[in-house]
């Protein structure tokens, strides 16, 4: 058994999940998510719980124990807490800001780089040095700073770059420290 699988998920006070056939919506304060789940999956939607079965042991059904019952978790946490992601920006000259719902990126090349994030997430600037990261999808939240990100990730000698908050990059010794000996 799945040790995630079995774990039922607890629906908070003022979050409402519905199942019509292998669709779950979950609504909520911040919005409402719905997802298409596996057709094989057993879902229940209970009094103020949610809990998954799967049919069988083959390896395809146990796998997507573990899963589904982490997506409807993670929707039920996006609409009643969101989820959140902080970008930083280092280097000279590099910054960010937000012209309407537009992310205008400054990263060292000879153009700008503009942004226009999907539906449902929303970016904050609070300075020109960070990035915040905002909604209830989960997904789109990561798929969008990995986008942001990938305009100039650190680099390993100055870490100059978009990285996310806490992100330690490895830094390696440039050509004149490993001529000396350094």
Request: proline share 7%; with cysteine; net charge positive.
């Amino acid at each position: 058994m799945s040790r995630v699988g079995k774990c039922p998920v607890p629906i908070p006070s003022g979050v409402h999940a519905e199942l019509r056939g292998n669709v779950i919506t979950v609504k909520g304060p911040k919005g409402d998510l719905t997802r298409t789940l596996h057709p094989d999956m057993a879902v229940e939607v209970g009094e103020g719980v949610v809990t998954v079965k799967r049919p069988s042991d083959s390896k395809l059904h146990r796998s997507l124990h573990g899963l589904t019952r982490t997506l409807i978790a993670n929707m039920v946490h996006g609409v009643s807490q969101g989820y959140e992601k902080k970008l930083e920006i280092e280097g000279v000259e590099y910054r960010a800001e937000l012209k309407g719902t537009t992310l205008v990126l400054s990263l060292g090349f000879a153009h700008l780089i503009r942004y226009e994030p999907r539906a449902g997430v929303s970016i904050v600037v609070p300075d020109p040095k960070k990035i915040t990261i905002s909604g209830t999808d989960k997904e789109k939240i990561g798929q969008t700073a990995a986008e942001i990100r990938k305009f100039r990730p650190p680099e390993p000698y100055k870490g100059k770059g978009i990285r996310y908050a806490g992100e330690l990059v490895k830094h390696k010794a440039g050509k004149a420290a490993v001529g000396t000996g350094l």
